[in-house]
């Protein structure tokens, strides 16, 4: 499974990367450094096809994601007897409940990567920076998102505007693919080294 969520991942950063070149040859075009026969018509297309394409990998890699976090803080459950105070459904619930998504989640993952360390004595485990910048840098792209959806909503439409904040919060979205594969890549290896566990199964 982790397998398959870090290949969803990469996949996911590797369209916003391409997104984040196609956004800035848009600006290009908008102030008009592009050349009188840019064929901006075609260009636009592009961009809603990368859209879609952007959307629907999203998806699939948080299905994934998803379904990889229920299996480790399963796994971490079982190591600790059931002692953990977010069960594995509740793990990827929080994702979906407001105010409790802003840092739920990120205590979830963090109980289950102690566990997978010290199951006995897994509180006195000291939290790594690695989770705490993926965290970080999740909420960053939160609030970019919402201040877009923000100012949006207050007239600022223009396709220079949009374009700009697109190659932000792509950008931003990069940074958590990175840290959220190093986060799934480092915890599935603790797990599979002290746990007879197919995490990657």
């Known amino acids: 499974m982790a ?16 997104l984040i070149g196609v956004m800035a040859i848009n600006l290009v075009a908008l102030v008009g450094w592009a050349p009188e ?3 901006y018509a ?24 998803l379904i990889w976090i229920y ?26 409940i407001p105010i409790g998504a802003l840092w739920k989640p990120f205590e979830a993952i963090e109980q289950t990567w102690k566990a997978s360390i010290a199951p006995l004595a897994w509180r006195a ?18 609030v970019a998102g919402g ?6 909503q207050m007239g600022m439409k223009s396709q220079i505007f949009t374009s700009s904040m697109l190659i932000v919060i792509s950008a931003i979205v990069v940074g958590q693919c990175v840290l959220f594969n190093r986060v799934v890549r480092r915890l599935t ?8 566990v197919g995490v990657f199964d």
Not at 189 to 196: E, G, K, M, N, W
Request: aromatic share 16%; charged share 10%; glycine share 12%.
């Open 3 to 18: 397998g398959f969520v870090i290949a969803a991942t990469w996949t996911f950063c590797a369209m916003k990367l391409f």
């Open 37 to 39: 026969t840019f064929p």
């Open 42 to 65: 075609t260009f636009q297309e592009v961009v809603g096809l990368l859209a879609l394409g952007n959307l629907t990998v999203q998806f699939v890699a948080g299905v994934l994601s």
């Open 71 to 96: 299996r480790v803080s399963k796994n971490a459950q079982r190591r600790t007897g059931h002692s953990l105070p977010i069960s594995p459904g509740w793990a990827v619930g929080w994702y979906f």
């Open 125 to 142: 485990v000291p939290t790594p920076s690695l989770l705490r910048w993926w965290w970080g840098v999740w909420l960053a792209g939160g």
């Open 147 to 152: 201040l877009f959806g923000f100012l949006g």
């Open 189 to 196: 290896d603790l797990q599979t080294s002290t746990i007879d």
